[in-house]
């Protein structure tokens, strides 16, 4: 046991007392014996909650997804809750779950938990997407919510996301106190377990249907959408939790030719059909995409495991289908949802959207049209929630986005919302069908008014801790050493976010940022580019965005302007060292 840190085997040895059950002991003695490695991912840390709460793998250790990570933190949540609300009679909290492997199981601990600890708890009797949680916080006026899910990642992950009494995820202070709450508990006897039947609730179709006919409200062109009723419109769940709803949404919205991938209608945490649940991973539309062209459809959407980001796939003018990045998504869905807001006179100046910081910089550019405030937020729908919430009563939210394929219209829920978002995909296209044109031809009409956006992703893993130590080891440098220009480009403005700081290479001056600290460096260039690097808060990545951008004057221009702007990014991803 030399390779292994003291302090890990202490945390491991820990869990091969009495308190942990047989089979969980037995898993710990095998890595103890066999595996240093395995037994140092497994315990050389706590989850922490990121952007996205609590993920990990699933398996025994203080780093792992388990009964005891997951009895630890609903323990935590639950004494936080009752020191944040000691007015209340009956604090309550919801709870939901995706289709993955014991996220069921998961749900049932975190409600048996609470429900030990005096908390009312409305479970849900089935899968659900997590936007339908937030709403159900926010109708049944819980004081927090809770979603077992890992989103897109692969079948081993599975995770824990926490939300408060306005229906967002938690934001600081909040997400600290919880977790300083969870590290408190040093022994898993400090955990109540022991269900009280009498303060566990069922929800079911009742919550379905007042989530459906909610979001029927925000539609802003129902009698086009029935001109358009036979839009041909290819819908998967990958699944996952949308199963149901979504085509249920599309059809209240007006569309009655709603197709689906029946292989993939099959709820599985094992997701048989892809390698992963991604919706930005062009593979895991590949049998959408075949169902597609079997029917001839105009437009194929596919959500992710918990129902709350949906990758889009439209028609070229070849009659090609083209997936479209969450940046063109988030981009045509604003533009639409705006343009429509101006003709029916519904702008007041007291308006506003929401992106995230890493998200194109073409939106800001849209709203500036409509004279809509455009907000920046740290990355995580999180940030766009507690934007909503500071700005509730003083100005309307209309929509927000952000570039890993997550939208929300209208703030009935405050997270992304993928079931609304098909929706407003669809209305958008009827719409666009409406004045001759398709959705691809939309967006680049929107390219030639505003000036063409191009954004490309690259992830850097690196696993365990030696990879996280890496991570922060290329954050470093870049801070020690900034470039001063890209590609030939200058760099106009470094902005740290990491010190609140935002630096002037041309007037060289600095002002603090107005957002709170997060590890990410920003580099805005000469010709209106922008290049993010920012590590991942929910997994073991580095992420490099690129956002170039070019002139488009008219549309006959843009296969060459796309080459460009391709040379563009490459040349930014060249001089970063990252090829």
């Given at each position: 046991m030399n390779k292994v840190d003291a302090a890990v085997l202490d945390r491991a040895q820990k869990w091969l007392g009495a308190s942990f059950d047989e089979d969980t002991r037995n898993q710990v003695k095998t890595l103890m014996d066999n595996d240093p490695e395995g037994l140092t991912d497994a315990f050389y840390r706590d989850l922490e909650f990121g952007t996205g709460g609590l993920r990990g793998i699933m398996g025994v250790g203080t780093n792992r997804m388990n009964k005891y990570t997951v009895g630890m933190a609903t323990q935590g949540l639950a004494n936080y809750l009752k020191q944040s609300f000691p007015g209340i009679p009956q604090i309550a909290v919801a709870i939901a779950y995706d289709c993955r492997n014991n996220s069921a199981y998961f749900a049932e601990i975190s409600a048996e938990i609470l429900s030990a600890n005096g908390i009312k708890v409305y479970l849900f009797e089935g899968l659900r997407p997590t936007p339908e949680l937030s709403f159900a916080v926010r109708e049944k006026a819980c004081q927090s919510g809770i979603v077992i899910t890992a989103s897109h990642n692969p079948k081993e992950y599975n995770g824990y996301k926490v939300y408060w009494n306005d229906g967002g995820q938690l934001v600081p202070p909040h997400d600290k106190n919880v977790i300083k709450e969870v590290q408190k508990i040093s022994s898993?006897?400090?955990?109540?377990f022991g269900r009280v039947e009498d303060l566990i609730e069922m929800l079911g179709e009742d919550m379905d249907r007042l989530y459906l006919e909610r979001m029927k409200t925000y539609s802003l062109s129902p009698e086009n959408n029935r001109k358009h009723r036979d839009l041909k419109i290819v819908f998967t769940p990958i699944h996952g939790t949308a199963v149901m709803l979504a085509p249920l949404a599309l059809k209240a919205f007006g569309f009655e030719k709603v197709y689906k991938v029946p292989e993939q209608d099959v709820t599985s945490g094992d997701f048989p059909t892809?390698?992963?649940?991604?919706?930005?991973?062009?593979?895991?539309?590949k049998m959408a995409l075949d169902r597609a062209r079997e029917v001839d459809a105009e437009l194929v959407m596919a959500t992710d495991p918990d129902g709350d980001r949906v990758g889009v796939a439209v028609k070229d003018q070849w009659g090609d289908y083209v997936l479209l990045n969450g940046n063109q998504t988030?981009?045509?869905?604003?533009?639409?949802?705006?343009?429509?807001?101006?003709?029916?006179?519904?702008?007041?100046?007291?308006?506003?959207?929401?992106?995230?910081?890493?998200?194109?910089?073409?939106?800001k550019k849209i709203a500036e049209k409509y004279e809509v405030e455009?907000?920046?937020?740290?990355?995580?729908?999180?940030?766009?929630a507690e934007k909503i919430r500071n700005l509730e009563g003083e100005k309307t939210f209309i929509a927000g986005g952000e570039e890993s394929y997550g939208y929300l219209v209208g703030d009935y829920v405050r997270d992304k919302d993928a079931i609304?978002?098909?929706?407003?995909?669809?209305?958008?296209?009827?719409?666009?069908?409406?004045?001759?044109?398709?959705?691809?031809?939309?967006?680049?009409?929107?390219?030639?008014?505003?000036?063409?956006?191009?954004?490309?992703?690259?992830?850097?893993?690196?696993?365990?801790?030696?990879?996280?130590?890496?991570?922060?080891?290329?954050?470093?440098?870049?801070?020690?050493?900034?470039?001063q220009e890209l590609n030939g480009i200058k760099v106009l403005e470094i902005r740290d976010y990491g010190t609140s700081v935002s630096y002037d290479l041309v007037a060289k001056t600095e002002k603090l940022i107005a957002l709170p600290k997060s590890n990410v460096l920003q580099f805005f260039l000469e010709d209106g580019s922008k290049i993010t690097m920012r590590p991942s808060g929910t997994e073991p990545k580095i992420k490099f965005y690129f956002g170039a951008r070019g002139p488009l004057a008219k549309a006959a221009d843009f296969e060459k302007a796309n080459e460009q702007l391709e040379k563009k990014i490459q040349g930014f991803i060249k001089a970063l060292g990252l090829k």
């Open positions: 898993v006897d400090q955990v109540r892809v390698h992963s649940p991604n919706p930005e991973e062009p593979a895991a539309l988030a981009s045509l869905l604003i533009s639409y949802i705006l343009q429509q807001w101006k003709e029916r006179g519904k702008l007041t100046g007291k308006e506003f959207i929401v992106k995230t910081i890493v998200t194109s910089e073409l939106l455009c907000c920046d937020v740290l990355t995580g729908f999180k940030y766009i609304i978002s098909c929706c407003f995909v669809a209305e958008a296209a009827a719409w666009a069908r409406e004045n001759g044109k398709s959705l691809y031809e939309m967006l680049i009409d929107l390219y030639v008014e505003y000036g063409f956006f191009m954004e490309k992703l690259i992830s850097v893993t690196k696993k365990g801790k030696a990879g996280q130590e890496e991570i922060q080891a290329m954050m470093d440098g870049f801070r020690s050493k900034p470039p």
